[in-house]
């Protein structure tokens, strides 16, 4: 059995993109919280329950990062005995838990929404727009921050779901400020409000459905699973495979472990390296395990009968 981990180039490079990710996802949250405790301030100053909320929703997000930055840190802890692969599923977990609490933060604002319809507060809107222009700002700046560089896994898009999710927020407070004051229409923020609240719930789907697809060993979406099956079986020396499996550690970490019958023209290690190399060289998977077994007895000559035939 041989392993193909590459450890030597990834290990330290990975490190170091999972340290300036966590950096970013503070400032984040030093954002976002910040922000949100002048938007509470705000709201109670204009009796604005659309700012309320909005900071409501805004404590969520703070949440989110907060949780985010924890399994940023927790996932740069090095394998144990017990947890071979690491703590990089941690991300995966955080990104799961994001997506749930969009979800939940959805109905939140149904529920919301109706209630304000049935019942349209009278605010300030002047202010309203002013203290949502400069929160829509402030998302902004976060999504920028957290949207730099080139690692961008599970866990940092589902902090960025939940930052665009309050920026869109912003904008539907934005709009209902300006229809308040301009022309006195109050229902406008529960209108706009379903409007986004069916898009943050169309992000938290895809956040559940990509984090649960790694948690049951899903193969991932960017892997051809039948050309890693015809790749190896047209590597010399196989004479055919079984168990193979393709599944994603990690966001980023994709494996695969493989059986192989080898056709007694080559030694197993070599075959098993030659296909270790061969799907790292074709399609970029660095982390093979290969199992080489002996052909069934049946299949192997004897060394008598080879003499005979000579």
Do not use: K
């Amino acid at each position: 059995m041989t392993h193909d981990h590459a450890h030597a180039r990834e290990h330290a490079p990975a490190h170091d993109l999972r340290a300036a990710t966590s950096s970013r996802l503070a400032v984040a949250l030093a954002l976002t919280s910040g922000f949100m405790l002048v938007e509470v301030g705000a709201g109670l100053f204009t009796r604005s329950l659309a700012l309320l909320s909005d900071a409501g929703h805004m404590v969520t997000d703070a949440a989110a990062l907060a949780l985010a930055l924890w399994a940023q840190r927790v996932a740069l802890r090095p394998p144990t005995s017990r947890r071979t692969y690491g703590f990089r599923r941690a991300e995966t977990l955080a990104a799961c838990a994001n997506g749930v609490a969009l979800g939940v933060t959805t109905v939140w604002i149904v529920v919301e929404a109706i209630r304000r319809w049935q019942h349209p507060p009278d605010v300030r809107g002047g202010w309203m727009l002013v203290v949502a222009t400069v929160g829509l700002g402030v998302n902004l700046l976060s999504a920028w921050v957290l949207s730099r560089g080139e690692h961008h896994g599970a866990n940092t898009r589902a902090a960025l779901a939940h930052v665009m999710a309050d920026a869109a927020g912003s904008v539907a407070a934005m709009l209902a400020g300006a229809l308040q004051m301009l022309w006195g229409w109050r229902r406008a923020d529960p209108v706009l409000s379903v409007v986004i609240a069916g898009l943050i719930l169309g992000r938290a789907w895809r956040l559940v459905r990509d984090a649960v697809d790694v948690l049951m060993e899903g193969a991932p979406t960017d892997v051809d699973v039948a050309r890693v099956e015809a790749i190896v079986r047209e590597t010399p020396g196989v004479a055919g495979l079984h168990d193979l499996h393709v599944w994603t550690v990690a966001e980023g970490f994709p494996a695969v472990t493989v059986h192989v019958v080898l056709d007694g023209s080559a030694h197993g290690v070599e075959v098993a390296r030659d296909v270790a190399a061969r799907l790292s060289r074709e399609l970029s998977l660095e982390h093979v395990t290969v199992q080489p077994e002996a052909p069934p007895a049946s299949d192997i000559v004897p060394a008598e009968r080879l003499r005979r035939r000579r």
